[in-house]
């Protein structure tokens, strides 16, 4: 049981490339989320879904698009990266009752 | 925007001793969540309250709501080195979206 995993775990862009942010889990659950966590801010949510073929906007969705194809995978893509978009992400896997599991996490950094 | 507040934004203690973090939010809400966050890696789950509960314990950890004033604490009884991470709370407004603070950073000096 690997739990959440993302890839990969540190990635530099170039302005304007794009690039999808892999995530993953095994615990068979429904909910899935997309953070970026900047100095100061805690974690701000992207992108949620509430099951496959299912996704919502958070917080702070500009720039991002997900999908959900299967339970288990909910991949972030950036379209076109930006400065403003150099972060750490993090996925998240909700269970039942709300506790959240988080992935370890992918440093991006945009030039 | 975010809900959750948490004071103080730093805290400093030695080994053995308590820690004690507060956090305040705006609406009502279903539960409320303490994470902690080791340097570079991801948030680990430490408890959830939920809104008709008033104090919850898990091992050294302590965890009180309240509901009325819309504020929760976070104690961490005789402190260990391993306890140096950020804490940070979460509110459930009953969608299972989490709306994080910016976080407490624990030091524990030895």
């Known amino acids: 049981n690997a739990g959440v995993t993302q890839t990969p775990k540190f990635q530099v862009l170039k302005t304007g490339q794009s690039m999808t942010l892999q995530c993953a889990q095994d615990?068979?659950?429904?909910?899935m989320s997309w953070y970026r966590q900047d100095p100061g801010m805690g974690l701000r949510l992207i992108h949620y879904?509430?099951?496959?073929?299912?996704?919502d906007q958070g917080e702070v969705p500009n720039g991002y698009n997900v999908s959900r194809s299967t339970t288990e995978d909910f991949p972030l893509r950036l379209l076109s990266a930006a400065p403003s978009q150099t972060s750490v992400y993090f996925c998240a896997s909700t269970a039942e009752m709300g506790t959240q599991y988080f992935g370890p996490g992918t440093r991006l950094l945009v030039l | 925007s975010q809900q959750g507040e948490e004071d103080p934004q730093a805290l400093s203690i030695q080994e053995g001793e308590n820690a004690t973090m507060n956090c305040s939010y705006k609406?009502?809400?279903?539960?409320l969540q303490w994470y902690r966050q080791n340097s570079g890696r991801g948030l680990v789950h430490l408890i959830l309250?939920?809104?008709?509960?008033r104090e919850k314990h898990s091992g050294r950890l302590r965890v009180t709501l309240d509901t009325s004033k819309k504020s929760s604490s976070l104690l961490i009884t005789a402190s260990r080195a391993a306890d140096t991470a950020s804490y940070f709370c979460a509110t459930d407004l009953n969608d299972y979206k989490l709306s994080f603070g910016a976080g407490t950073t624990v030091t524990v000096r030895a």
């Open positions: 609406t009502s809400i279903n539960n």
């Open positions: 615990m068979n659950h429904e909910y």
């Open positions: 879904s509430v099951g496959a073929g299912i996704t």
């Open positions: 309250i939920r809104s008709n509960e």
